[in-house]
């Protein structure tokens, strides 16, 4: 019985044996495949791709060997082998003049076309030399990122990138001094990208497209949007339906609209960064933009904007930023200054070049994450207030140009973080003691 039973565990330890062998061999094998590199046909098309370049900084000198997946730039898929990331950013240098020095230079090649898994492409601060856009773009159909920004491309935007369905990223933001510059007639492209993003055309000549907030209103998805310096035609005081409510940051600054403040822009609640500087803007700042609660950075500057700043704007409980310099703005900040000093979020506050007059309100002192408050350029007067001790984080503090006709406070010598004090050409009476430069 037991010889019996000692033949059973044996033929069953040299199955186990067996089955781990069988395991280990599968292991061995799967090892072997997830080496995957990648196909001929790829790699080709890659070093066809850099034959039409030149490389001053031979950004591209690792493009050598068997597997392109090891290459600068390149990502591929881990199971398939097949490439799908192109990163030739040129991040070499920070200064304009060396970035153009160390750019890629020549044409895109339409070898990309063989690249038939690629989901991630970005081509910015390169110099194509003023070439449009090819063709071959528009039919790289998997592409969901394209960027490029600052890349010397110009002419028309074509059409065809309204094929690209799965794009959720596009920047074609180019230099506002730049020779290469992008124009369109038209914007209907954009219905083909339900899923975009984010959309950056900055520099792009959109003097054409009268209907461009239309246009643009198609994408539900849209959460960025930048269109600074297009020389957008207009800006529609209404908009029957706003589609693009997903949107949390928008930059249109630099278009010269020359009209008031459109009401459609208050259906965006959740709107987090809007940037509309030097747009010639007229009438006074709407009360609405109280009830964009989301609202971190508000930038106004550069208007012909009136009146005063509604005090409710205050309540603006996650408002970081707010700059509304160079504005024909009036009245005291006591009302304003109240309601945010309940927040306490505010970090930068800039009225630089404004009519606002009277004496600063106590309650800025409770602004304790204040970095920058600029306040040159206007008519108030009297003293600055104790309260200027508890700007704990203060870094920046400009008063020139006002009729300042008080005493500074010692306690000003209690701003540890100050790096800038600028209170020229102003009224000051008194004197100056170690007190104020303390720390």
């Known amino acids: 019985m037991s010889s019996t039973i000692m033949k059973k565990s044996g033929n069953h330890l040299l199955k186990l044996n067996f089955v781990q062998l069988f395991l280990c061999f599968l292991c061995f094998c799967n090892a072997n ?30 493009w050598v060997g068997e597997d392109c997946c090891q290459w600068h730039g390149i990502s591929c898929n881990s199971e398939t082998g097949q490439v799908t990331k192109l990163d030739l950013r040129n991040s070499l240098q920070t200064n304009k003049a060396a970035q153009k020095k160390s750019a890629l230079r020549g044409k895109i090649n339409s070898s990309l076309l063989n690249l038939k898994n690629l989901r991630y492409l970005d081509l910015s601060m390169n110099n194509f030399e003023g070439s449009p856009i090819p063709q071959l773009i528009g039919s790289l159909r998997t592409l969901s990122y394209l960027n490029l920004s600052y890349a010397e491309l110009g002419g028309t935007i074509p059409p065809h990138l309204g094929n690209l369905s799965n794009l ?11 020779g290469s510059k992008f124009n369109a007639t038209d914007l209907l492209w954009l219905r083909g990208l339900p899923s975009l993003e984010y959309l950056d055309m900055g520099g792009a000549d959109l003097s054409a497209v009268t209907d461009w907030l239309q246009q643009v209103n ?9 269109l600074s310096s297009c020389k957008l035609p207009t800006f529609p005081f209404f908009l029957p339906f706003v589609n693009f409510t997903s949107l949390v940051a928008v930059d249109m600054s ?49 208007q012909f904007l009136e009146g005063t700043i509604p005090g409710i704007l205050g309540n603006l409980s996650n408002l970081k930023s707010l700059t509304l310099a160079f504005n024909n703005l009036s009245g005291n900040l006591i009302e304003f200054a109240d309601g945010l000093s309940k ?10 070049q404004n009519r606002f007059s009277g004496h600063l309100p106590d309650a800025l002192g409770n602004l304790t994450n204040l970095r920058s408050l600029v306040l040159r350029g206007n008519m108030f007067w009297g003293s600055i207030p ?3 001790r508890l700007f704990s984080s203060l870094q920046h503090l400009s008063l020139f140009g006002n009729p300042m006709n008080g005493s500074i406070p010692e306690s000003i010598g209690q701003l540890s973080q100050l790096v800038v004090l600028d209170f020229g050409q102003t009224a000051w009476r008194g004197t100056i003691s170690e007190q104020h430069f303390s720390n």
């Not at 803007?281 to 106004?300: E, K, R, V």
């Open 386 to 388: 104790e309260s200027i």
């Open 33 to 62: 495949d997830l080496n995957i590199r990648c196909s001929d046909i790829e790699k080709k098309a890659l070093l066809d791709f850099k034959e039409s370049l030149t490389d001053p900084f031979g950004r591209l000198s690792s």
């Open 168 to 178: 959720q990223y596009l920047d074609l933001h180019s230099y506002s001094d730049s």
């Open 254 to 302: 630099n278009n010269l609209f020359n009209s008031p403040m459109p009401r459609w822009i208050f259906n965006i609640t959740g709107l987090k960064s809007f940037f509309l500087s030097s747009n010639n803007l007229i009438g006074t700042i709407p009360s609405a933009f109280a009830n964009m609660h989301s609202l971190q950075h508000l930038d106004l500057s550069h």
């Open 343 to 352: 927040q306490n979020s505010l970090e930068v506050l800039d009225l630089t």
């Open 218 to 226: 198609v994408l539900p998805s849209l959460s960025e949007l930048y």
